[in-house]
């Protein structure tokens, strides 16, 4: 029999909006009323004029995605089921990005593959509102891991076949990603490949590290200290500081040159990513090591586990949450810091925000920039997912 | 047997374990008691090399610990300290599974095993086996914890409080289950407590420790009767000694022959004759009766016994 109290709190949340919600929403409606919702560019580094939603579109078309949009919106800030809402904002998402490529293929003379069409700040509001509402649904249900993966890969699916398909070629980023395909994808091998040489090797490092942090508590402040400082400085200063000694060693040893250590490129980035890695990688392993109860060591050590046994089969298997906590950390960090090393000829996607910021051309920029995000947050979703189903136990 | 030599334990200028030497009879049940500080617990970790001596040495059976690695040692002798340490990443059958997974055994031995276990624990393999030690009462935790440790077949059984967490009842329970498996199985059992009353009900024999040192190791009864030293009668207790003593002897063993056949409600009420004499005692005060019947478990008659013959067994000979 279920409490009088009980069934007023859940009439109660019946009726419950979310607040982050209604604020998104309405952010959303403004956005739709006072911002550009595309920008129109006779170039690709001309100025560029800003249009409504109004007046990108034949009026009737703009006028009924307009209001289908701000039903949307209003619907996603104002309803109290966390499902509607979900769907609300995951159709507002698609008919922002389709109202978006049917500007674009309207606004372009056919042809014309010199005008530039991007999204307007307008677009980008509404997009990351919607985008915020879904997420924030999507976390009240509380998928099981293996779910919020699934999500993820339809959602990646989805993409990429609206990519393939070409819906978005007439605007101006996929005009920049035609001319730069092969580049493209070199770039993005590139910034993989530079995240994982500096990650494996901090991982390979660090947890040892950790290891001996929580083993020997003498040497742990040293050791973290150490590493708090290095995290410390600049990514620039510190290119600058390994620079020297790697030219140096390039000069003096013919053989490493040949491997790719240079003053200059991956060699500097990677060393420089794979010593902020290490922090985040000590830190955790001897934090979870050290969350370990005292009584389950004891108890293992008391049944005949050799030391090596205890430190793998009981140690290391309870802090592994901990310690993938971590490296999910270094996983997210480095795909976003690996953007600089573009600057020292390291290559990656930061080779087009570099390029696109030297050359002004902000859709170069957003070349590099989007996956270089796209990437770093599913990552995450996928390292949360396997830490999740690591906690076997709760917390 | 366990052979205890002048072993002793120092930390620094600190003296934890002070000497001791002790002999332990196979297939008894010896509880080393006292306060806390008083080295019951390093004693105990020193005859699995858990704790490495100063000096002194601990033979099992004739050979010297010292001469066997001390991961060997422990995985022939059963281990159960408070809170249970169960491994939280690991399910009921792992964790029971531990040590013979260690020794090797094949897969479908160490199943075969490890659901025995669970039965003689009252615990349904099918419905236990699976869950994690989170899914499981206090009760059932520690009952998986001695599982665990009796997994291999160990002749030795090491336990260090392991009734201190549990509530009164399930300790009850728990203990009554330890004896009913020690006299089963002939486990050789050492076990450290703090709680007197725990070692009086538990113990074939009782080393009371204090500072590092034994003061006195014997029978219950005879800690009772004739303490060696003040600090031990300190510990057992004066105030109800007597009864104490009474809850030490079974009506079996005190009853005198006769009378028992033609047994009337008026002669007094029928005791088993397995209850001890306390137990008896309080019977008949609460009933107003003068004497009880005393029947064997099979309900053949043992003899009677009257309040005056039992009054006689509280007493110092």
Request: glycine letters at 8%; proline letters at 5%.
């Amino acid at each position: 029999m279920s409490s009088p109290s009980a069934v007023n709190s859940s009439v109660a949340r019946r009726f419950e909006i979310d607040p982050l919600s209604a604020a998104l929403g309405l952010v959303a409606i403004a956005s739709l009323v006072f911002l550009p919702f595309i920008v129109v560019k006779t170039s690709r580094i001309a100025s560029g004029v800003s249009r409504q939603l109004i007046d990108a579109l034949p009026f009737g078309a703009a006028l009924a995605v307009g209001t289908v949009l701000a039903v949307l919106a209003a619907f996603t800030a104002f309803t109290a089921s966390v499902r509607l809402r979900l769907c609300a904002a995951l159709a507002g998402l698609v008919l922002c990005a389709l109202t978006v490529a049917r500007a674009a293929d309207a606004l372009t003379p056919v042809g014309n593959r010199i005008v530039r069409i991007s999204p307007g700040f307008g677009f980008w509001v509404l997009l990351i509102a919607f985008g915020l509402i879904a997420t924030n649904a999507l976390t009240r249900f509380r998928l099981a891991p293996s779910r919020r993966v699934l999500v993820l890969a339809l959602a990646v699916a989805l993409l990429y076949a609206a990519f393939a398909g070409g819906v978005f070629d007439a605007l101006s980023i996929m005009r920049e990603y035609a001319v730069n395909a092969d580049r493209f994808a070199r770039e993005a091998r590139q910034h993989v490949l530079l995240v994982l040489a500096s990650l494996a090797p901090a991982v390979i490092v660090g947890v040892p590290i950790g290891i001996l942090c929580h083993r020997v508590p003498r040497v742990r402040g040293a050791i973290l200290q150490t590493l708090n400082l290095i995290q410390t400085i600049p990514s620039i200063a510190l290119f600058g500081i390994l620079m020297v000694p790697l030219a140096a060693i390039a000069a003096a040893y013919p053989l490493a040159a040949e491997l790719g250590v240079h003053g200059i490129g991956a060699a500097p980035a990677v060393i420089a990513l794979f010593l902020y890695a290490l922090l985040p990688v000590v830190a955790n392993t001897s934090v979870g090591l050290g969350r370990v109860s005292p009584s389950t060591v004891e108890a293992a050590r008391g049944m005949g586990m050799t030391n090596r046994q205890v430190l793998w089969q009981v140690e290391f298997a309870l802090a592994l949450p901990v310690i993938l906590t971590g490296i999910r950390i270094v996983l997210v960090q480095n795909i976003g810091l690996v953007t600089i090393a573009a600057l020292i000829g390291g290559g990656g996607f930061g080779t087009f925000v570099f390029q696109g910021i030297g050359q002004t051309a902000i859709d170069l920029v957003l070349l590099g920039a989007i996956p270089t995000v796209a990437l770093a947050f599913s990552c995450a979703v996928v390292l949360d997912a396997l830490v999740d189903t690591m906690m076997r136990t709760p917390p | 047997m366990i052979e205890i030599e002048s072993l002793t334990k120092q930390y620094g200028a600190t003296t934890v374990v002070d000497g001791v030497s002790m002999s332990i009879e196979s297939g008894s049940l010896t509880v080393i008691v006292g306060t806390s500080g008083s080295g019951k617990s390093t004693l105990l970790r020193m005859i699995n090399k858990l704790i490495e001596p100063t000096s002194g040495r601990v033979s099992i059976d004739g050979r010297d610990t010292a001469t066997t690695p001390a991961y060997l040692l422990r995985r022939k002798i059963g281990y159960v300290i408070q809170g249970h340490g169960l491994f939280p990443h690991r399910t009921v059958a792992e964790n029971i599974g531990t040590v013979p997974k260690l020794l090797g055994w094949e897969r479908a031995r160490v199943r075969a095993r490890v659901d025995e276990l669970l039965k003689i624990f009252q615990l349904d393999p099918q419905e236990y086996a699976g869950k994690f030690p989170y899914q499981l009462s206090g009760g059932q935790q520690q009952r998986v914890g001695v599982a665990r440790a009796l997994a291999a077949e160990p002749a030795l059984l090491l336990m260090d409080e392991p009734f201190g967490a549990l509530d009164p009842i399930i300790r009850a329970k728990a203990q009554d289950d330890l004896l009913e498996i020690q006299r089963r199985f002939g486990t050789t059992v050492v076990l450290v407590t703090h709680d007197m009353d725990e070692a009086f009900r538990l113990g074939s024999r009782v080393a009371v420790m204090d500072r590092g040192r034994v003061l006195q190791y014997d029978r219950p009864t005879l800690l009772l009767t004739h303490p060696s030293d003040p600090f031990v009668s300190r510990l057992t207790g004066t105030a109800d000694r007597a009864l104490r003593l009474l809850s030490l002897i079974s009506a079996g063993e005190a009853a005198v022959p006769g009378g028992a056949a033609e047994a009337t409600a008026a002669e007094g009420p029928t005791v088993q004759a397995d209850t001890s004499l306390r137990d008896v005692l309080c019977d008949l005060l609460w009933r107003g009766a003068a004497s009880a019947v005393v029947v064997n478990a099979d309900g053949t008659p043992a003899g009677r016994l009257t309040v005056g013959g039992i009054l006689a067994h509280g007493r110092p000979d």
